[in-house]
């Protein structure tokens, strides 16, 4: 193996004391204690282990975090009016909406019914208009935290080939502005793009958000590019006992790679940090403060 591996752990929790500092300024300065509302519908297990694992590192962080946890009945217009209210309660600066939702929620209208400033996932329509036209904006965190981890390896991002495998609004999507806003080049790729393989191997950093097991394998890499996987995939061996693996066969394409990110411990605990991140940001620009960048990618640059 001659890769570096990418720690994303470490540099998450790094993040994660920048917040916390940022938290405790914001209250002794201000006043103000960043608040985030979690709400989830019905008792999905992975869904649960996620809001609860955002919720300690919440109050952790030193804000406030407000559980609301709704039976799998609940009605759309019933989830409706519990955004509302969180929309217009003062205390709260971010608003999650753990996915997915149950079959007779429209997924759609909750994201849109979210207040943008309160948009911490990043998922609303107004937040990605605005990330697609370089402006300012809450951006989704997964996304985010890629930027972050790629930064690490190269600190400017500007002029180098980027390969997107994976075009969803979660990830892909998001993910290809954040890299133009960092100038580089870039190319989203999908199930429908012809040789993917070659495509992928020109990419001097190749993000894989598919959610595919080891779906990238050695000979799809550029010797020396930084891989970034997405993906969080459980798997079982014939016999065997099960485990969770990326979009990328890590063994063999750290034989190639210059820097990789593992699954777990990668992407998957910068996405909590980022969220944490952009509560605060959140905060602030209701307040009408300064809003700290946390390493947040610049808005576009178009020239």
């Known amino acids: 193996m001659t890769a570096k591996i990418i720690d994303g752990k470490g540099i998450a929790a790094d993040l994660r004391g920048k917040v916390a500092d940022a938290v405790h300024r914001l209250a002794?300065?201000?006043?103000?204690?960043?608040?985030?509302?979690?709400?989830?519908?019905?008792?999905?297990?992975?869904?649960?282990s996620y809001v609860a694992s955002k919720m300690k590192m919440t109050v952790g962080s030193g804000m406030r975090s407000?559980?609301?946890?709704?039976?799998?009945?609940?009605?759309?217009?019933?989830l409706l009016g519990l955004i509302a209210r969180l929309n217009a309660d003062p205390s709260v600066h971010g608003i999650l909406v753990q996915l997915p939702l149950p079959a007779q929620i429209d997924p759609h209208k909750i994201i849109a019914a979210v207040d943008p400033a309160k948009d911490v996932d990043g998922f609303s329509p107004v937040n990605a208009g605005r990330l697609c036209a370089g402006l300012p904006a809450l951006a989704p965190c997964t996304p985010v935290g890629c930027?972050?981890?790629a930064k690490t390896v190269q600190p400017s991002l500007a002029g180098l080939e980027a390969v997107v495998i994976g075009r969803s609004n979660i990830v892909g999507k998001p993910l290809a502005q954040l890299l133009l806003a960092e100038n580089a080049t870039v190319t989203v790729a999908h199930s429908k793009t012809r040789e993917l393989a070659a495509v992928c191997r020109r990419a001097d950093l190749l993000f894989a958000a598919v959610g595919r097991p080891e779906m990238v394998r050695r000979d799809w890499v550029k010797p020396g590019a930084t891989v970034i996987d997405v993906g969080v995939n459980?798997?079982?061996?014939?016999?065997?006992?099960?485990?969770?693996?990326?979009?990328?066969?890590?063994?063999?394409v750290a034989e190639v790679a210059g820097a990789i990110s593992p699954v777990p411990g990668g992407v998957g605990p910068m996405t909590i940090a980022c969220l944490l991140a952009n509560t605060v940001r959140a905060?602030?620009?209701?307040?009408?403060?300064?809003e700290p960048a946390f390493g947040?990618?610049?808005?576009?640059?178009?020239e």
């Open 28 to 48: 002794r300065d201000r006043g103000i204690v960043p608040g985030l509302a979690v709400v989830l519908v019905g008792n999905n297990p992975a869904s649960e």
């Open 66 to 78: 407000f559980d609301h946890r709704l039976p799998k009945e609940t009605s759309e217009a019933e």
């Open 147 to 149: 930027i972050l981890l």
């Open 234 to 252: 459980r798997v079982t061996p014939a016999g065997g006992r099960s485990r969770i693996v990326g979009d990328v066969a890590f063994a063999e």
């Open 283 to 290: 905060a602030c620009a209701l307040a009408g403060l300064r």
């Open 296 to 302: 947040q990618p610049p808005a576009e640059d178009r």
